[in-house]
């Protein structure tokens, strides 16, 4: 992939995606939608007796498609499918509440990558850590909060990545700018197409060596684990000090 490597002013924070840079995201998701149908099953017995769980699934998907203005709202977005799936059954909406909470605390038990928590030791002692996300991960929650100043998500602001707000938000809290600035994440349109769009020096964390796939932009550096990028972020400090 060609890289057009633009160099920062000293730089001073460390925005990071959460989903699939720090942690799995696939395999979190899928374990909350089992602990989520166990309750229904439970509790609900009338939708697990005319919908399995795959079913449920795509409803929740084509959910999403019918209601594009609710997806930089993730919780919102499940809490309204729900209940579109109980009135589809004809029966009142007194178990959503409960049957989203049973997914959102699943939703927060995450493993992290190995190489996040040694990276992050370190890195949070010598920059500003903040977090942006499109999705309903809860720093607290999945206990990463304690490398983070605080986190942004695309329900806080609400629009979702690529939108510029997103980043600028996080910047706006942090007091920096955006040469000051330096993004990580592992999607090209939503972490490196947004971050460039905001003016921010991009690092993209490609675990799995695809190809870059986006027309419109390039990352500034491109790594395959968290471990490269402390060197790379002291090697773009010392040329912005240099210069």
Not at 31 to 55: C, F, G, M, N, T
Not at 94 to 122: G, H, K, M, N, S
Not at 142 to 170: C, I, N, R, Y
Not at 217 to 242: F, G, V, W
Request: glycine share 4%; net charge negative; with cysteine.
């Amino acid at each position: 992939m060609p890289v057009s490597i633009r160099m920062p002013a000293r730089i001073k924070l460390l925005t990071f995606d959460l989903d699939d840079t720090l942690w799995p995201c696939k395999p979190t998701i899928m374990a909350a939608e089992q602990k989520l149908y166990a309750w229904i099953q439970q509790h609900v017995p009338q939708i697990a007796r005319q919908y399995d769980s795959e079913a449920i699934f795509l409803k929740r998907r084509e959910f999403m498609q019918q209601r594009p203005d609710l997806l930089y709202d993730m919780s919102k977005l499940r809490i309204e499918s729900l209940k579109k799936l109980s009135d589809e059954i004809g029966i009142h909406h007194d178990w959503i509440d409960e049957a989203f909470e049973v997914f959102f605390q699943a939703r927060q038990q995450v493993e992290l990558y190995e190489d996040v928590a040694p990276v992050l030791d370190t890195l949070s002692t010598e920059y500003t850590l903040v977090a942006v996300s499109n999705g309903n991960a809860d720093i607290r929650l999945t206990g990463v909060d304690h490398w983070f100043e605080f986190s942004v998500s695309a329900a806080d602001v609400g629009e979702q990545k690529p939108h510029p707000l997103v980043f600028q938000t996080a910047m706006s809290r942090a007091g920096v700018s955006s040469a000051e600035t330096v993004h990580i994440g592992d999607d090209e349109h939503r972490d490196i197409f947004g971050a460039r769009e905001a003016g921010i020096c991009t690092v993209w964390l490609n675990r799995t060596d695809r190809d870059w796939n986006h027309t419109d932009c390039r990352a500034d550096h491109h790594i395959r684990s968290l471990t490269e990028l402390p060197e790379i972020l002291r090697k773009m400090q010392y040329n912005a000090l240099s210069e």
